[in-house]
């Protein structure tokens, strides 16, 4: 139990600090993370709204880190993570592999060690 709140402190930083940053400094994050230009022209209220995204998740995540009662407000905000993994995970299946190895290392691998992160133990469930 004690892992999972680590790993869900660590996720919850990173993905705090990656909606701040698409939320106040759109055109920063655009120019710097690999692939975004691929998808088309820049769309500041795009990349907000999915940064308010990344924010919720982060801010679920850093609940559970605080409380370990917290995995189903983790849970639920990791939704987002993991749907977005596996968007990215089926882009790859269909041949768009031009960033794969940042799709898996900044976003897939992420994703997977948050669901576990947010995944409740044996405690969790017999006082829910």
């Keep these: 139990m004690m892992m999972q709140r680590w790993f869900a402190g660590l ?3 990173g993905n705090i600090v990656n909606g701040l940053v698409m939320l106040f400094a759109s055109s ?43 995995w189903l407000a983790a849970l639920a905000g990791v939704g987002f993570l993991a749907l977005h993994a596996l968007l990215h995970l089926a882009m790859m299946a269909s041949g768009h592999h031009d960033h794969a190895m940042e799709d898996v290392f900044a976003v897939i691998v992420p994703a997977a060690l948050a669901v576990y992160a947010a995944l409740p133990s044996r405690g969790d469930l017999r006082h829910a």
């Design 11 to 13: 996720l919850a930083v």
């Design 28 to 70: 920063l994050w655009w120019a710097h993370v690999a692939g975004a230009r691929d998808t088309g022209p820049f769309n500041p209220h795009f990349v907000q709204d999915v940064g308010a995204a990344f924010l919720v998740a982060g801010l679920a995540l850093a609940a559970r880190a605080w409380r370990e009662d917290y």
